[in-house]
């Protein structure tokens, strides 16, 4: 009588299979006089055409903000909280930055998710969806190696 599998569907999880970049759009506010805004016009001058080109599925906005530093704003798909609908926001100013450093911050805000920034305690252990195979490791679990003693003459 032969085997027959079973027919299962596969259950998504968060990054297998297909990446969704979580930025939809950024938002680049300057100014045409101020110096603090330079590095941000030679940015868009020459380094804004190829960011776009490389990115289509990401939304950029540009606009003059006059008397205002300039900042990136990024704008990202999961709201804010769950009872609001409210898109969530990070703005970054860029004042007095060269262009190449104004590429990396939209870089960033382009690979963030949007959540806050969390503090990473020592001492905190790891918490996982799955559990462990092998389960917690202690070093007062199991008895010292029994192989220890072996081949010594005594």
Known sequence: ????????????QNGVGAFILQCKRLDFHYCDWS????????????LLAPFA???????IHVSPRPSTHP??????INPSTSSTNHPRLKA???RNLSQEQVLRKAEMLRDSTGE????????KTVASVNEGVRGIWSPM????????GMGKKG
């Open 35 to 46: 110096g603090s805004s330079k590095g941000m016009n030679a940015f868009l001058a020459h």
């Open 92 to 94: 970054i100013c860029v």
């Open 71 to 76: 900042i990136i704003r990024a704008h990202y």
């Open 53 to 59: 080109r490389q990115h289509p599925s990401i939304e």
């Open 116 to 123: 806050k920034n969390k503090k990473v305690k020592a001492g």
């Open 1 to 12: 009588m032969p085997v027959k599998a079973i027919y299962t569907a596969s259950i998504g």
């Open 141 to 148: 679990h199991g008895a010292r190696n029994p192989l220890d």
